[in-house]
Each structure stands twice: as C-alpha cells, then as structure tokens.
C-alpha cells in the first residue's frame, strides 16, 4: 500500500508539471482547435448548403463537427509529441530520468495531461458546432459511446506521439511526420462524407484505419443512432454488436501503441 500510494504521488507530481509546461504555452493548447472549428462552422454549414445534405436523418453540420473531432486529437497529440522532444533537448527530462520514478509514470504522466487538454478541445468545438446550430441526438448510452471512443482514440494517437518523438530526435523531422500521421488519415475515414462514398479499395484500407471506427463510434454517439457508419464498416443488422466490435479495434490499437510507446522511451533513456 505505501508503495502504491507513492506511486501515486509520483503520477500526480509528474502530471502536475507536465499540465503547467502545457499552461505557459497557449498556443498548444488553442492552435489544434483551429481548423477543427473552421471546418465545424464554416465548412460545413457551407457544404451542407452545397450538398443538400448528407441524410435526411443526419444534420450535416453535426456529421462533420463530430468528424472534426478526429483532426482535433491527433493535432493536439502530435503538439504533445513535440513538447516531450523540446523537454528532452532543453527542459528537465535528464534530471526526471535520473530520479528514483519508473519510467513509465513519466509517459502516464504526460497522457493525464493530453487527456485533459483533448477533453476541453473536444467539449469546445462539439459546443461551438451546437451553437452554430448543428442537430446532434443526446441520449446517455450515446454519450457514453462517445466519451469511449474519444478516450480510447486519444491514448491511441497519444501513444504514437509519444512513440514517435522517442525515435526521432529532430524537431524538424518530427513536424515533417506531422500531415502523415495526423492529417492524411483523416481524409480517408469518413470525416466529410460516408466512407462508402469511396472507391472500393478505398473504402477497405478505411476499413483499417483506427480513426474510422473511433469516429463511426462518435457519431453513433451524439449524431446517428442507426449506425449508418458502424454499418458502412462492418454490414451487419445488429447496431450494438458493430459498436462493441468498433470499440475493440479502438482498444486494441490503443494498447498497442501504449505499449510501444513506453517501450520506445524506456530505450531511448539509455541511449
């Protein structure tokens, strides 16, 4: 018990440095809601208009504000990627390294942080896209789909983050990285239209992506109860069963590269 207790504290102190490293730079915090929130209130009201819509049961500007969320967390996880790069060649991650803390703690540490920051990212946008006067459909099971899927996808990204800016030791290298792994995926997991509006090979390399189904989770959540994108990725009748389905690829790639992370940094400390 005391052991675990000081572990802990430990968790708590780490994450508490972390969180104000994160307070002293605004721009980490307010620069990836951007272009999420240009895509929430002005793309989509506009291609909503352009388009006719998506469906008659879906609200388009819902549909893509939800979408945005997929942007927002790899953005913001990639920025928190860069910061423990910039806190290895010129803060105090030497002297933590040298502390009697399991290396570990300091990744968790640092996710706690993420975590919260992609929290209030997220509650802002989805709130600006209400208010910009998206349709979305709150009930608490879709809420708590929601809430699953957005912190599943956020230790996901976090995890490659983390992972990447272990193995990489420029700043410049790393922000070149930045469009493969945060930007480019999104085009092709159903963020602004249906993934079966892709050509066929193309809609079964969406299949795959992690983010496809974090964001047919999300909008199953607060934007379409039938599970018209749960549908698109898995054709089956039984919407709940798709969504636990959907839920356990989240996971599994979340793990997965928690792991990997942890794994990368452990080794790149004794390089």
């Known amino acids: 018990m005391p052991q ?43 291609l909503k208009d352009a388009l006719g819509g998506l469906h008659s049961s879906i609200d388009y500007t819902a549909f893509v504000a939800v979408g945005t969320v997929g942007l927002l967390v790899p953005l913001a996880t ?6 423990v790069i910039v806190d290895r060649d ?16 300091l990744v968790a540490g640092n996710l706690l942080v993420v975590l919260g920051l992609c929290a209030l990212q997220i509650v802002v946008v989805i709130a ?9 459909h709150i009930r608490a099971s879709g809420v708590a789909w929601f ?3 957005a912190l599943l996808f956020v230790i996901l990204m976090y995890g490659i983050a983390e992972t990447l800016a272990a193995r990489i030791h420029q700043q410049e290298e790393y922000i070149g990285a930045t469009p493969v792994i945060a930007i ?11 993934i079966s509006a892709l050509p066929g090979a193309l809609t079964a390399f969406a299949k795959v992506l992690p983010l496809t189904h974090a964001m047919a989770l999300m909008r ?52």
């Not at 430990?10 to 307010?30: D, E, G, K, V």
């Not at 990836?32 to 009201?45: D, K, N, Q, R, W």
């Not at 480019?184 to 249906?194: D, E, H, N, S, T």
């Open 184 to 194: 480019l995926p999104w085009f092709f997991a159903g963020a602004l239209f249906p």
């Open 4 to 46: 675990r207790t000081s572990l802990v504290r430990s968790l708590r102190t780490l994450a508490a440095r972390r969180a104000a490293l994160t307070a002293h730079n605004p721009r980490q915090i307010a620069v990836p809601m951007l272009t999420p929130i240009l895509f929430a209130l002005v793309i989509a009201p506009a």
């Open 220 to 271: 199953y959540g607060l934007v379409d109860p039938k599970g018209t994108g749960l549908h698109d990725i898995w054709g089956m009748s039984n919407t709940t069963a798709e969504a636990w389905l959907s839920l356990a690829v989240v996971a599994l790639f979340a793990a997965a590269f928690s792991a990997l992370s942890v794994r990368a940094f452990s080794r790149a400390a004794v390089s």
């Open 128 to 136: 600006a896209a209400a208010l910009r006067g998206a349709d979305f």
């Open 90 to 105: 010129s803060g105090a991650q030497r002297e933590l390294l040298a502390a009697p803390v399991p290396r570990p703690l």
């Open 147 to 149: 809430v699953l899927a």
């Open 78 to 83: 990639t920025f928190a990627g860069l910061s």
